[in-house]
Nanobody
Framework: VQLQASGGGLVQAGGSLRLSCAASGSFYSINFMGWYRQAPGKQRELVAVITSGGSTNYADSGKGRFTISRDNAKNTVYLQMSSLKPEDTAVYYC?????????????WGQGTQVTVSS
């Protein structure tokens, strides 16, 4: 399974960005899709996750500002980020949990840099 993430960049505080991550390869279905982030010197942390049925869960840091969604036909997950803050600066990684031959596997994307200037 390959994950191709895009949409990161440099934005001023208060601005918006939309991240996308498309999954391709051999799998039967995708269960969870999510976004994590890792800031310099910090551990990787959950940003948001969405199930195959559309249920979502957000870290407190992004509630009310971030929206996760997915297009199951395109095997793509999105993260719409608004009202960005300098503390949102991090490398954002997509993560998927796929079903293949009766077993679930987890994959990570290559990461996309988000930089929010003050």
């Amino acid at each position: 399974v390959q994950l191709q993430a895009s949409g990161g960049g440099l934005v001023q505080a208060g601005g918006s960005l939309r991240l996308s991550c498309a999954a391709s390869g051999s799998f039967y279905s995708i269960n969870f899709m999510g976004w994590y982030r890792q800031a310099p010197g910090k551990q990787r942390e959950l940003v948001a996750v969405i199930t195959s049925g559309g249920s979502t869960n957000y870290a407190d840091s992004g509630k009310g500002r971030f929206t996760i969604s997915r297009d199951n036909a395109k095997n793509t997950v999105y993260l719409q980020m608004s009202s960005l803050k300098p503390e949102d600066t991090a490398v954002y990684y997509c993560n998927v949990n796929v079903l293949y031959s009766g077993t679930y596997y987890q994959y990570w994307g290559q990461g996309t840099q988000v930089t929010v200037s003050s």
